[in-house]
């Protein structure tokens, strides 16, 4: 069947969480299930929001800079754990993400009561998974002793944010980029793999509680509007989707997966075939350019044709690649028309 849903990853770039929650529901009145609040802000450029944490640590210390194996990303800032530091004793300063997202709850709370939000459309939370952070701002060799310190901080964020939202209104997501790029090779790691990956993965999703739904998006980067690298086909997200269903205690409501523009090759979309896909599990597929000029004439009608032929069926939805943070300003509200028109397309 054609794509009946869209789904927003995060990061719009509009200028405060009001304009993005408006500008979201009156550009797509339909088939949206959660709104997020544009990342505006501090947060607008995904984990590079944390690195002011990591630099206020006590016990952590600016490293050199190392260059990541990505062709084209920029060479990052690192920290490291000072001599004589005890991992153990870290102690994380507030990370900002429960407050942040407190204060976008008042205004999509004003936009619901106002009849602005459509009924039954929850307030989606992105959070970036412990691993991106650690990966990004720590030097290799001291990630494995400083992840399990910060991945509780991260997760206590959490907590707080959960405690003081109604679970009825909420959802919450999980950003997997890093992962992947530490998967193909990209980016400079202390040795995880794919079991470990899919491990902690699991753990985050385990760690919202079941009352709550919980998304993973699956993205290979967005610098300058490039993958880290495109991935060959779809084998190796449904690899880390099946593993994360198999090791996790609850569902996963919705996923996320990345596909290059313009990929029409059938090769590319064969493992969707392989997908265990548990009932209700809403899933997306990046078949929005970033640029509303991108879309080549046909392949999207292509991309949806392949799409629904190897899931055989079953709902599903559109969705970019990454959020919508990196794009200018001006293409934002054409990029959301752009949504709307494919599901108009597709249904003829």
């Known amino acids: ?43 607008a450029n995904w984990i590079w929001f944390q690195l002011e944490r990591f630099r206020q640590t006590p016990g952590l210390e600016q490293a050199a800079a190392m260059d990541q194996l990505a062709e084209g990303y920029e060479e990052m800032p690192k920290v490291r754990l000072a001599d004589g530091a005890d991992p153990g004793a870290v102690r994380w300063p507030d990370l900002g993400y429960a407050d942040a997202y407190q204060q976008s709850f008042e205004v999509y709370r ?33 990630q494995d002793r400083l992840e399990p310190s910060y991945e509780a901080a991260l997760f206590a964020d959490l907590d707080r944010l959960l405690g003081a939202l109604p679970h009825e209104q909420i959802a919450v997501q999980w950003d997997v980029a890093v992962e992947f790029g530490i998967l193909e090779a990209q980016f400079l790691t202390a040795g995880q793999d794919l079991p470990s990956i899919v491990e902690r993965l699991a753990r985050c999703v385990d760690r919202v509680p079941g009352d709550v739904p919980v998304g993973l998006h699956l993205c290979y980067g967005d610098y300058q509007h490039h993958h880290f690298r495109d991935p060959d086909s779809l084998a190796l997200q449904v690899q880390v989707v099946n593993g994360v269903a198999e090791a996790a205690r609850r569902r996963v409501d919705w996923i996320s997966f990345t596909v290059p523009q313009h990929q029409r090759d059938p090769s590319f979309f064969a493992p969707l075939r392989d997908l265990r896909r548990s009932e209700g599990t809403e899933l997306y597929f990046g078949l929005v350019p970033y640029h509303p000029d991108q879309q080549a004439e046909g392949t999207t009608a292509e991309q949806v044709r392949l799409v629904d032929e190897q899931l055989g069926g079953g709902e599903w939805g559109v969705c970019t690649e990454c959020g919508l943070g990196r794009a200018q300003r001006e293409e934002v509200p054409p990029l959301l028309d752009l949504h709307r028109a494919i599901l108009d397309r597709a249904r003829g």
């Open 1 to 43: 069947m054609p794509p009946t849903s869209v789904h927003l990853n995060g990061s719009v770039n509009l200028p405060d969480t009001e304009t993005v929650m408006r500008e979201v529901v009156t550009r797509l009145p339909t088939g949206l299930r959660r709104l997020p609040d544009g990342e505006t802000g501090d947060r």
């Open 110 to 142: 004003t936009l619901r009561d106002e009849g602005a939000v459509p009924p039954g459309v929850r307030f989606q939370v992105q959070y970036p998974t412990p691993l991106a952070a650690i990966n990004a701002w720590v030097v290799p060799e001291d």
